[in-house]
């Protein structure tokens, strides 16, 4: 399945823009709350966690604002760089700008946690992933925790009330690229692309890398209501979240 041509990719100035204005309910909601419990209990002056392609920072600040992590959130985009400064500034983060693969200036088995959220379905390079996610392993302390968090490749085509990700009733393979709304808060919708990966796809990436199969976790809203109005988040999850230990 191609993606709409005139999809806003995710470099440059006016994905950032976008991105920056996007509703973030639902990823509050859903992915936040896990993150944090699977984080829980490990946070301490002086413990690093990691927000990879952290974008325009809202796991690096959620995570310095609940805990006491230092944060480093790396992104290989300038410009969302430049948006978490301004947006999320916080004395215990640090942006840094990287390539999305290598993570040299961090020593074997000297960070405390790594979050990666909405990342992998918005490169499209195999390789690439593959690279960052073992040097994510090698960084990390043993037993670390890595959560990965992304749409939930069993989700394409539903329209859930801030996203969708492909077209209903399509079917996906590993590697196709996939038209993707996101609701903005001003209530209009930006088009951009993601990268259609099964759940197996991002088994292997972890345990091609060297960690143990993940954890996997599905969450939906409550539902509240009548049935008829009852938003497609709480039947099904939009994103998953996976956790496994270094
Ligand atoms: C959809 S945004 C998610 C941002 C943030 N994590 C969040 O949840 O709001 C995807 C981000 O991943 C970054 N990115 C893309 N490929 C990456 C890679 N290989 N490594 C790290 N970040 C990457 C993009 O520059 C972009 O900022």
Known sequence: MIADDDALGWDGSAAADAYRGRDMRLAEQLIFPAVLRRLAGRSGPGRLALDIGCGTGAVAALLAGTGTWTVQGLDPSA??????RTDRPHPRVSYRLFDGRTLDWLADASVDAAVCCLVYCTDPDDGRLAGLTAEIRRVLRPGAP????????AATGVAFSTLRHGEPGARYDDGDTVTTLLRLRDGTMMT?????RSLDRYRSFLTEAGFPSPTVELPTLAAGGPAGAAPAETRTAPYMILTTRA
Request: net charge negative; charged share 15%.
């Open 192 to 196: 951009t692309a993601t990268h259609y």
């Open 79 to 84: 410009d969302m760089l430049d948006i978490a």
């Open 146 to 153: 890595y959560v990965l968090a992304d749409l939930n490749p």
